[in-house]
Antibody, heavy 116, light 107 residues
């Protein structure tokens, strides 16, 4: 059974960079055909897809965040990561990592608060 | 960007009643439509993939149908544990998008 686990700071200051890592267990992150996504949910709101990275390393980002977002893959650690620059309070959310284009496996979520 | 419009936003239902949630896409997405259930303080869980394929372990009372622009999630004989928010999601064309969600409350 594939499992995903987000990790990273729960508090980030405005204008700084939000960094999260998703560790995948129970399967290889570079198995053929795998997409790995980041999704967030603002408090009390719906789901917003941020972007994905393909097992080959190619990426697609939501245009609303494209200039600030980077997703990368570390196959040696079976992890993928998110970096979001120049954060504001509007980036306060629960951040989820998930597998595939239809999200069959999700992490438990990481609450990130942007505040000074 | 493909916009997904879910209806209703909220539904209050008695146990054993049938629930129908619709999701309309702003353009044709074939069958690349998936449904999730999210309970408070939990991650979403995949219920249905590609419009009508049940995901492993999902109770048979959950079913999906539709193609193109109109899709439906049906919960037959609602149980108390089905109280949750349900989301549709399209993977036809990036950026991937979600519907706004339908909250199902048990009367």
């Amino acid at each position: 059974q594939v499992q995903l686990q987000e990790s990273g700071p729960g508090l980030v200051k405005p204008s700084q960079t939000l960094s999260l890592t998703c560790t995948v267990s129970g399967g290889s992150i570079n198995s053929g055909g795998s997409y790995w996504s980041w999704i967030r949910q603002h408090p009390g709101k719906g789901l917003e897809w941020l972007g994905y990275i393909y097992y080959s390393g190619s990426t697609y980002y939501n245009p609303s965040l494209k200039s600030r977002l980077t997703i990368s893959l570390d196959t040696s650690k079976n992890q993928f990561s998110l970096k979001l620059t120049s954060v504001t309070a509007a980036d306060t959310a629960v951040y989820y990592c998930a597998r595939a284009k239809y999200f069959d496996y999700w992490g438990q979520g990481a609450l990130v608060t942007v505040s000074s | 960007e493909i916009v997904l419009t879910q209806s209703p936003d909220f539904q209050s239902v008695t146990p054993k009643e049938k629930v129908t949630i619709t999701c309309r896409a702003s353009q044709s997405i074939g069958s690349s439509l998936h449904w999730y259930q999210q309970k408070p303080d939990q991650s979403p869980k995949l219920l249905i993939k590609y419009a009508s394929q049940s995901f492993s372990g999902v109770p048979s009372r959950f079913s999906g149908s539709g193609s193109g622009t109109n899709f439906t999630l049906t919960i037959n004989s609602l149980e108390a544990e089905d109280a949750a928010t349900y989301y549709c999601h399209q993977s036809s064309s990036p950026p991937l998008t979600f519907g706004g969600g339908t909250k199902v409350e048990i009367k």
